[in-house]
């Protein structure tokens, strides 16, 4: 089994930043994607930014420019430093993680507890 744990959630005024950690522990053979989601009150969950094995990265149109995700392959840890927040960032953030098993190759996602993020104007 495989567990997440995710920190670095909090209140920030707008304009501030935060950097959000999530580290993966347990039985890993190895990790493929690694990427954060959100969900703010009433609406989906929604892609914030993904990052693979080789080191692509992929972002929301939304915090493009203001938002970085990185990871560390040697800790299983992946981070998301956010910049110039705003208050429709405010969301709790979830980070998901694919694990590839060995032998099989069978890809599993996990997903983190969540943290809370919240902008204040």
């Known amino acids: 089994q495989v567990e997440l744990v995710e920190s670095g959630g909090g209140l920030v005024q707008a304009g501030g930043s935060l950097r959000l950690s999530c580290a993966a522990s347990?039985?890993?053979?190895?990790?493929?994607?690694m990427g954060w989601y959100r969900q703010a009150p009433g609406k989906q969950r929604e892609l914030v930014g993904s990052?693979?094995?080789?080191?692509?990265?992929n972002y929301a149109d939304s915090v493009k420019g203001r938002f970085s995700i990185s990871r560390d392959n040697a800790n299983n840890t992946v981070y998301l430093q956010m910049n110039s927040l705003k208050p429709e960032d405010t969301a709790v953030y979830y980070c998901?993680?694919?694990?590839?098993?060995?032998?099989?190759?069978?890809?599993?996602?996990?997903w983190g507890q969540g943290t809370q993020v919240t902008v204040s104007s």
């Open positions: 998901n993680v694919i694990t590839v098993r060995r032998g099989t190759g069978r890809l599993d996602a996990y």
């Open positions: 347990g039985s890993i053979f190895r990790v493929n994607a």
């Open positions: 990052v693979t094995s080789g080191g692509s990265t």
